[in-house]
Nanobody, 126 residues
Framework: QLQLVESGGGLVQSGGSLRLSCVAS????????IGWFRQAPGKEREGVSC????????YYKDSVKGRFTISRDNAKNTAYLQMDSLKPEDTAVYYC???????????????????WGQGTQVTVSS
């Protein structure tokens, strides 16, 4: 069974930073496109940022461009989402996901079927 485990969420003040991590176990991430999604209460899950398997291509949702940075370290089987200048509207449960044979833009535009982590809560206070 493929497993993804997120960590790094928490409570932060507006303008602060958090770094989310997504560690894969029982398979290698090398060939997978990785995405970070979020779901706020009462809203649909949305793609925030996605990165290609080769790390050569990335996609960002407009509202996080210039504030969030996605990266991956295939040697550590881990993906990251560095979130800076956080805003209250970034508050959500953040999920990482993995899939093959797609592009970052396509992955972030759709909702599956992907392998999903369990999510980590990010709360930004004003």
């Amino acid at each position: 069974q493929l497993q993804l485990v997120e960590s790094g969420g928490g409570l932060v003040q507006s303008g602060g930073s958090l770094r989310l991590s997504c560690v894969a176990s029982r398979f290698t991430l090398d060939y997978y496109v990785i995405g970070w999604f979020r779901q706020a209460p009462g809203k649909e899950r949305e793609g925030v940022s996605c990165i290609s398997s080769s790390d050569a291509s990335t996609y960002y949702k407009d509202s996080v461009k210039g504030r969030f940075t996605i990266s991956r370290d295939n040697a550590k089987n881990t993906a990251y989402l560095q979130m800076d200048s956080l805003k209250p509207e970034d508050t959500a449960v953040y999920y990482c996901a993995a899939v093959i044979l797609t592009t970052p833009q396509e992955m972030c535009a759709e909702s599956g079927p992907y392998f999903w982590g369990q999510g980590t809560q990010v709360t930004v206070s004003s």
